[in-house]
């Protein structure tokens, strides 16, 4: 597992335009699977095991207002599903 390799081959991809647009793509971004493949073909070696780290590393560098916030808007959107 190589955190490396991701936070490398995401700088990669800032730089390629096409790898960009295809990374970004808000109407579809790539599955895992694809996702990887990318990486690889472009010489970076990412697991999916690289990619929880990264959230794992994004999520425990929120602040606590950001993770209140979140909350929040979660228990909003659950109360509709909640009857009474």
Do not use: C, N, W, Y
């Amino acid at each position: 597992m190589s955190l490396d390799q991701l936070d490398a081959f995401l700088a990669h991809a800032r730089h390629d335009a096409a790898l960009a647009e295809r990374l970004h793509d808000a109407a579809e971004p790539p599955e895992l699977e694809e996702f990887l493949r990318l990486a690889k073909a472009a010489g970076f070696a990412v697991e999916a095991d690289d990619l929880i780290a990264a959230h794992q590393r994004a999520e425990a560098a929120l602040s606590d207002q950001e993770i209140q916030r979140r909350a929040g808007q979660e228990a909003r959107r659950l109360r509709t599903f909640i009857p009474g």
